[in-house]
């Protein structure tokens, strides 16, 4: 298993790495190429880093992250090995005070698959506490992938399907979806070729994979360099929209839309997610949740959010 949706975990540890904890240096992987040079140095040393969204300056210590000099994709190399283990456990009660923000995001969303598979079965990968497929299966049969044992855990509670299965594990049964969603995920995983070869093997012809991740090749992300907000530990691959469709092309799939990933969020969380930049964070913070207009909702949509689209072939 090598992948993981933001788990949206709530607290953060500082162990050393141990035996099954050792950091490895990795070939791009993308291309597979050894050929790097330093995009960003690492700020972690030791430390495992935050696996989680609680928005405190911790969250941004990453590994040094190098970009690929054949195909310009950026990865975090030495990293920890086996980085999935440590969601399982990850626990965040907060995390369900933005639901009603992340049910209004997801339909927003299911309009666009829909303009490319209207119905069939649904697997979200990293499903984390089940939103997205609470409004998916109004129109899809759905399933969900989570590792998170608290997130799983409020799933089931909404009375939606869900495993604990990694990819490696359902590979076997063969084609069996027609969409297939990652919201926030690609980023962490560790071996992202082998991981969409598997996505594409479960998927019946003509199926779509809806993703969402980061530009690094955006405006933004060249102007916030290190304090960009993809940039945090449990972040291992920051793409562009070249290396991106690079990987998706290797993996047997067309892109069939390319678009901004419509967030909604409110001023109140929007103030929260900024507590990452210390001063700036909390004046931000302050104002954004004044009662006057801390409820106050609207989609962002960020010239850096990729949200994607591409066709198996």
């Known amino acids: 298993m090598e992948w993981h949706r933001k788990s949206q975990g709530s607290h953060m540890t500082t162990d050393k790495p141990s035996v099954t904890q050792k950091l490895v240096e990795v070939p791009c992987p993308v291309c597979g190429s050894e050929e790097y ?19 405190t300056p911790e969250v941004s210590r990453s590994y040094r992250m190098v970009r690929c000099k054949i195909c310009s994709h950026v990865y975090a190399s030495p990293r920890l090995s ?12 907060t995390y369900i005070e933005n639901e009603p923000l992340r049910t209004a995001t997801a339909r927003v969303v299911i309009d666009t698959i829909q303009k490319f598979v209207s119905s069939g079965r649904l697997l979200d990968i990293g499903c984390a506490t089940g939103d997205f497929l609470a409004v998916a299966q109004k129109h899809f049969d759905v399933e969900g992938l989570e590792l ?5 855990k409020e799933v089931e509670r909404k009375g939606l399907a869900v495993y ?15 969409v297939v969603t990652m919201w926030g995920v690609i980023e962490h995983l560790e071996y992202p070729l082998l991981e969409m070869k598997r996505v594409h093997r479960l998927m019946r012809p003509n199926g779509v994979v809806c993703l969402w991740t980061g530009d690094v090749d955006s405006f933004l992300a060249r102007l916030f360099g290190g304090r960009w907000w993809y940039v945090m530990g449990q972040h291992l691959q920051l793409f562009g929209r070249a290396s991106l469709d690079r990987l998706l092309r290797d993996a047997g799939f067309e892109p069939v839309y390319r678009g901004t990933y419509p967030y909604v969020t409110s001023f109140g969380y929007l103030g929260k997610s900024l507590g990452r930049y210390q001063l700036f964070g909390r004046i931000a913070c302050f104002f954004l949740n004044l009662p006057v207009i801390r409820d106050w909702t609207f989609t962002l949509k960020l010239p850096d959010e990729i949200f994607d689209v591409y066709r198996k072939v």
Do not use: M, Q
Request: overall charge negative; proline content about 6%; charged content about 30%.
């Open 37 to 55: 040079r330093v995009h960003l140095p690492g700020t972690l040393g030791d430390d495992l880093p935050v696996f989680g969204y609680k928005w």
């Open 82 to 93: 086996n980085i999935y283990k440590h969601y399982v456990d990850n626990v965040d009660e």
């Open 148 to 152: 998170s044992n608290w997130a799983r």
């Open 164 to 178: 604990d299965k990694v990819l490696a594990d359902i590979v076997e049964e063969g084609p069996c979806y027609d």
